[in-house]
């Protein structure tokens, strides 16, 4: 199973990023797709997630309104479309896959991370 993560970059407040997680090696679509955010020191924060069958969005308060999550399935891809970025929106930005089995066990697979930096 690969995570592959990209389109990170510089950018400057007020911009936007496309986000892109492409996967392989898994029936993509029994999974749901997360993005976290990691700050240097600072816990992993899932901020936006897509579930495998109805496409249910989910959004962190901090984000809602600004990014927009979505997914390809054809493609075995999840994007996060980033508006209206701010400084504080930096951070490295890393893709979960997550399936649950019949019992309830969790199945997790990371990407590698893609840098975010907004400049003000």
């Known amino acids: 199973v690969q995570l592959q993560a990209s389109g990170g970059g510089l950018v400057q407040a007020g911009g936007s990023l496309r986000l892109s997680c492409a996967a392989s090696?898994?029936?993509?679509?029994?999974?749901?797709i997360a993005w976290f955010r990691q700050d240097p020191g600072k816990e992993r924060d899932v901020i936006s997630c897509?579930?495998?069958?109805?496409?249910?969005?989910y959004y962190v308060d901090s984000v809602k309104g600004r990014f927009t999550i979505s997914r390809d399935n054809a493609k075995n891809t999840v994007y996060l479309q980033m508006n209206s970025l701010k400084p504080e929106d930096t951070a490295v930005y890393y893709c979960n896959a997550r399936t649950t089995d019949v019992t309830g066990w969790n199945y997790d697979h990371w990407g590698q991370g893609t840098l975010v930096t907004v400049s003000s």
């Open positions: 897509i579930s495998s069958t109805t496409g249910t969005t």
């Open positions: 090696g898994l029936s993509f679509d029994t999974y749901t």
